[in-house]
């Protein structure tokens, strides 16, 4: 017991002695920039877009410098890029992008690594119709887990819009992901989706489970009727 306590401690002095600090570059339209520094040895790296001055960001720098890193989460980043620099992070196991503005979701193609991941739109998406467009292939993600798609109603305060129930920033489809590895649960609470088409429902058959909670197709009982016939697995809470 002694000899694991020691070799304990040696393994975290070792860790604390090789450890290095990078940072991360957040670069504005006019070419200013925010840097954000970290450990590369840290298990998270947390990044609140509201304590950044930048509230337009068009490009971010350093990630390679954090292959280690096995979780990551983005709040309220206000960022036109595609996020395809996350494939630098080759360990990513868990990944949250809360509120953050989502131009496509191609990027998880190469988080081979990837367990589970929350995504929350913070921008208009009828903008961004290659979400629905392009097919998202997901045949690297071997260990995936659960896959959050969520709406927000955070996109109305950037517009100094009132609070709404229905959002612009919420899906009214099913992501088209495809090859979906492992039977993960998909859960797509609080968005809009009403009808289910034939080939959505091929892709929701790729899911251990669907939750559709708190979407228009909880009131529809003959949508719901298709998910059943098709031997879906899903849940459609209507309210809390």
Not at 36 to 61: C, M, Q, R, Y
Not at 75 to 90: A, I, Q, V
Request: hydrophobic content about 40%; proline content about 2%.
């Amino acid at each position: 017991m002694k000899k694991r306590i020691l070799f304990l401690i040696l393994f975290s002095i070792f860790e604390i002695m090789f450890a290095e600090n990078f940072e991360i570059k957040f670069i504005a339209e006019d070419r200013t920039f925010s840097t954000l520094t970290f450990d590369n040895s840290a298990e998270w790296i947390v990044v609140d877009g509201n304590k950044l001055p930048i509230k337009k960001i068009i490009s971010i720098e350093g990630f390679e410098n954090f292959s280690e890193t096995e979780n990551l989460c983005f709040y309220f980043l206000r960022y036109t890029g595609d996020y395809s620099f996350l494939s630098n992070l080759t360990k990513l196991k868990t990944l949250g992008l809360m509120n953050c503005w989502i131009s496509s979701l191609n990027f998880l193609e190469n988080l081979s690594n990837l367990e589970n991941a929350e995504i929350q739109f913070s921008a208009d998406i009828s903008k961004y119709k290659k979400i629905k467009e392009n097919k998202i292939n997901l045949s690297k993600l071997q260990k995936l887990k659960k896959l959050y798609i969520e709406g927000s109603d955070f996109c109305n305060i950037y517009k100094n819009e009132p609070w709404k129930t229905t959002s612009v920033c919420s899906l009214d489809f099913i992501p088209p992901f495809i090859n979906v590895q492992n039977k993960p649960e998909l859960l797509i609470y609080d968005n809009r989706i009403e009808k289910i088409s034939k080939e959505e429902l091929r892709l929701l058959k790729q899911y251990s489970k669907v939750h559709l909670d708190f979407n228009p197709i909880a009131e529809n009982e003959t949508e719901l009727a298709k998910l059943r016939k098709a031997k879906i697995n899903f849940s459609a809470a209507q309210s809390f």
